[in-house]
């Protein structure tokens, strides 16, 4: 898709962050990698040391740390994690295409258009500005409850909704940013020859918006993958990997479990962490070397 | 007798700032007009108003005959029939150059993707860039960008082309090739209007010239005479201090 023209678009995920991490340890020489390790180890035996013998450790570690516990209750969270993963992808979709014609409203210029830019502005001020707990939990309890026809009245469905409501007005602004960093001269040559002004949006701008968009989209993307957690405060019937964690904590009174289940997040989230970095990390050197 | 293009008391301002104070031109088919001035004397603005880019305050444009600042006047059916080039060449980044020079003739004439390639072809070939059809824009040189805006305007098919400055974002080396390509344009027989710097090739490529100054045509004529003979005091200092700076 994108032109690599100089192979610093070729490379394994990890590339950027490694090179951002330990470049300055590389220029220093080996001496410099000798104290990086010496003072890491030192950090962390004082870290351990200090912990493991605090007065309560020994409770600590038997209520976080306890093998039997994880091992009971972690392959049920990761089955639970399951429902995490599919309401994360059903919502990504959605979100991506919703906050792009949120964001495509409130760039839209001329005076006819005043009502549909005043009704995106206030769309995505009002949803940034509230938690987007609040409107799980509004929407979720608060629509199966008015029970109108034809509506589902799912919780788990509206907890859904709300999430959506609340990440489309970030999402939509991430992409108002992109849309305004490509440079009037690209609408008016597209303009100049023609083109519609929607025309000029989808084929001129939007590309080249989005493109610049993806490293921010990703972390948004990262967010929402956590934030279906929240969805657990209204889907009482459907538990996810947070939920699944409670039970065991409360029937065995024991915190482990819920360490397993921010396990469960860990594995999709530090891989795309890494991703998130490589990609702007890319980004970052490409735009050096068109300077 | 057609008429090419018509401006009648053509007036802009940006804010405060009056750029056009009535302006008046004529032209006729297959005439090259180059405009001169210093910068800011309303070449870029006045180009930019012939095609609608920006609106005008007061005063008329008639384009091949058709009065384009009427009211209900479709804007975009009055471009397609215009085409112009800018002065930071402009193309689409995130396209080819072939996908560059096809987009509006698809999206906008409705041809075909295979009779639009074909029209693309034969333009690049005839301004030696064939070979560069598949290149994103940023592979390319200045002069081949330029050239590749031009034959993006060409594959409009277009009735005139306005060229706005466009060999000042160059290196003085890539200037020769992209005027080359003008001139052979202006054997064709197409109608331009060129805003320019060029003194040299002004009078080697146009019909006529116009002298712009604080927004005004202070004076038009052959380019012999006006490069020669000029009539106002203003003409004469702008010409004395472009040979002063060594660019004619």
Redesign the interface.
């Known amino acids: 898709m994108t032109p690599t023209d100089d192979g610093t678009s070729a490379g394994p995920p990890a590339e950027g962050r490694r090179s951002r991490l330990l470049a300055p340890l590389r220029q220093e020489g080996a001496k410099g990698v000798l104290i990086a390790m010496v003072s890491t180890l030192v950090v962390a035996a004082a870290i351990v040391y200090l912990v493991t013998s605090s007065p309560y450790w020994p409770d600590v570690k038997e209520s976080f740390f306890n093998w039997t516990q994880f091992r009971d209750s972690f392959p049920d969270i990761l089955e639970a994690f399951r429902r995490n993963i599919l309401w994360f992808m059903i919502a990504e979709p959605i979100i991506l295409a919703w906050a792009l014609l949120l964001a495509i409203l409130r760039s839209l210029r001329g005076p006819v258009f005043f009502p549909l830019r005043l009704l995106a502005t206030i769309y995505v001020d009002l949803f940034r500005g509230v938690p987007t707990l609040l409107v799980v939990y509004l929407l979720g309890f608060g629509v199966p409850t008015l029970g109108i026809p034809g509506l589902p009245t799912q919780s788990a469905f509206w907890g859904m909704v709300g999430l959506i409501l609340g990440y489309s007005a970030y999402v939509a602004e991430v992409y108002r940013a992109g849309i305004e960093s490509v440079h009037p001269s690209q609408t008016a040559a597209a303009r100049a020859l023609g083109l519609s002004r929607w025309r000029t949006l989808q084929h001129v701008v939007i590309p080249q918006a989005v493109r610049r968009v993806i490293p921010p989209l990703m972390n948004d993307f990262l967010a929402l993958q956590k934030d279906t957690a929240l969805i657990a405060v209204v889907a009482g019937t459907l538990p996810e990997a947070f939920t699944m964690s409670q039970i065991f904590q409360q029937g065995n009174f024991n915190f482990t479990p819920i360490l397993g289940a921010a396990l469960c997040f860990l594995i999709i989230t530090i891989p795309l962490t890494i991703f998130t970095d490589w990609l702007l990390e890319r980004q970052r050197r490409q735009r050096m070397a068109s300077v | 007798m057609s008429q090419a293009v018509r401006v009648e008391g053509v007036f802009k301002s940006f804010g405060e700032l009056e750029v056009l104070r009535g302006i008046d031109l004529a032209m006729d088919d297959h005439e090259v007009a180059c405009l001169i001035g210093a910068s800011g004397s309303g070449k870029s603005t006045l180009l930019r108003c012939l095609?609608l880019?920006e609106p005008i305050d007061a005063g008329r444009i008639w384009i091949e005959g058709r009065e384009i600042t009427a009211p209900g006047v479709d804007q975009?059916?009055v471009?397609?029939g215009?085409?112009?080039v800018?002065q930071?060449f402009?193309?689409?980044?995130?396209m080819t150059v072939l996908r560059n020079i096809t987009?509006?003739p698809t999206?906008?004439l409705g041809l075909s993707r295979q009779e639009a390639t074909n029209r693309a072809h034969e333009l690049l070939a005839r301004f030696d860039l064939d070979d560069k059809a598949a290149d994103?824009p940023?592979?390319l040189s200045g002069g081949q960008q330029q050239r590749v805006a031009i034959i993006?305007?060409l594959a409009?098919q277009p009735d005139i082309m306005l060229l706005d400055e466009v060999t000042s974002a160059l290196d003085p080396v890539l200037v020769a090739e992209v005027l080359d390509a003008i001139r052979e344009l202006a054997h064709t027989g197409m109608t331009m209007v060129i805003a320019t710097h060029e003194m040299g090739f002004a009078r080697d490529v146009a019909s006529r010239v116009a002298f712009l100054h604080e927004g005004r045509i202070l004076e038009e004529g052959s380019p012999e005479r006006i490069f020669s003979a000029p009539e106002q005091e203003e003409t004469r200092r702008f010409l004395d201090r472009v040979i002063a700076a060594g660019r004619m």
């Open positions: 095609n880019l975009n059916a471009r397609r215009i085409g112009i800018f930071s402009n193309l689409f980044p995130h987009l509006a999206k906008v994103y940023d592979r993006r305007a409009m």
